[in-house]
């Protein structure tokens, strides 16, 4: 089987990838550092896989660990770098940690790989690249702009690299997927999303006040230009998400794609927060306790992806609905209730 590195593999969207990667018939190995992840998820993908996954707790930052997993697995046939921090607002606070991690590990990764000539990747990028867009939905040919936080400009700058190395001659071949949001967990909510403390996002902040670890929503907003006011996002299942990343391995495996390609990664359809949230009473019967407050600073009004590109050069289809992917984030959210109250 085909040896595929997934940093950042024990994460939200690592860990269902490493799943997806096996499923598909490859033989993941997942390197992370256990920064922002928890060593249960790697429980939860051998409940799901009923085998163990070959693991690494290394920071890809660090060159020589990263050559002493390269030389332990020889015949690596492609990367999933994951491995990056994410959150919006302590990026703003803390610049330097998320410049040197999510800039300083893509260009140590890639100087490892091309040492032991390991010529594709697959880069987890965001449509935070995208800023607040002029025109909706937005196609990869869309400008990139100038990002709204340093965690946003991580992502364009990464992307900024992959192109550089692509113009350079360079044999690495890339393929960088702009997420919109993530949302909902497994079907066999064995493993799902983990946010560390108080949760930015807001599907587990919904399941979390629904399960009432958490007192009550806030709606950041409720006089946008939208059709109830609230702002309109791209939700797609992690699942979904994560089969998007086989694609893209399959792709580069195939040598049809060029030294650079871009692909936005969504639904297709935007939904206002509102809708959001009645999605997931609808479908849960649970009634969440939330108010409207202000706007948050930096928060795109509008963005939703046109994914025509990875429709017709990945064969990409999201197969899962918002309602699906809300009972699949409330299934794992019972599931933590659950582990929590049994240890
Ligand atoms: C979604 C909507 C909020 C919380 C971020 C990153 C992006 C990507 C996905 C990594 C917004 C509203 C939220 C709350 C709310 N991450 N909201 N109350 O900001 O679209 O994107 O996560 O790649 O890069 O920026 O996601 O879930 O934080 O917000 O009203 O308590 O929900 O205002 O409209 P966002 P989000």
Known sequence: MKKILVTGGAGYIGSHTVVELVEAGYEPIILDNFSNSQESALEGVKAILGRDITCYRTDCTDAAALREVFEKEAGIAGVIHFAA???????????????????????????VMEEFQVDKLVFSSS???????????????TPVQKANSPYGNT?????????????????????????????????????GELPLGVPNNLVPFITQTAAGIREQLTIF??????????????Y??????????????????????????????????????????????RVTGVKLNYKIGPRRPGDVPKIYADVTKATEVLGFRTTSTLEEAMQSAWDWQLHLQESTTKA
């Open 155 to 191: 992502k364009k700058m990464c992307e900024e690299i992959l192109t550089d190395l692509a113009d350079s001659g360079s044999n690495m071949h890339s393929i960088a997927l702009r997420y919109f949001n993530p949302i909902g967990a497994h079907p066999s909510a064995k493993i």
């Open 127 to 141: 449509c935070t690249v995208y800023g607040i867009p002029d025109q909706l939905p937005v196609t990869e040919q």
């Open 85 to 111: 921090y994410k959150a919006v607002g302590e990026s703003v606070a803390e610049p330097l940690k998320y410049y040197h991690n999510n800039v300083g590990s893509l260009v140590t990764l890639l100087q």
């Open 236 to 281: 797609v299942h992690v699942v979904d998400l994560a089969k998007a990343h086989v694609a893209a391995i399959n792709r580069l495996l195939s040598g049809k794609a060029e030294n650079i390609e871009f692909f936005n990664v969504g639904t297709g359809t935007g939904n206002t927060v509102l809708e959001a949230v009645q999605a997931f009473e």
């Open 221 to 234: 907003g409720s006089d946008y230009d939208t059709p109830d006011g609230t702002c309109i996002r791209d």
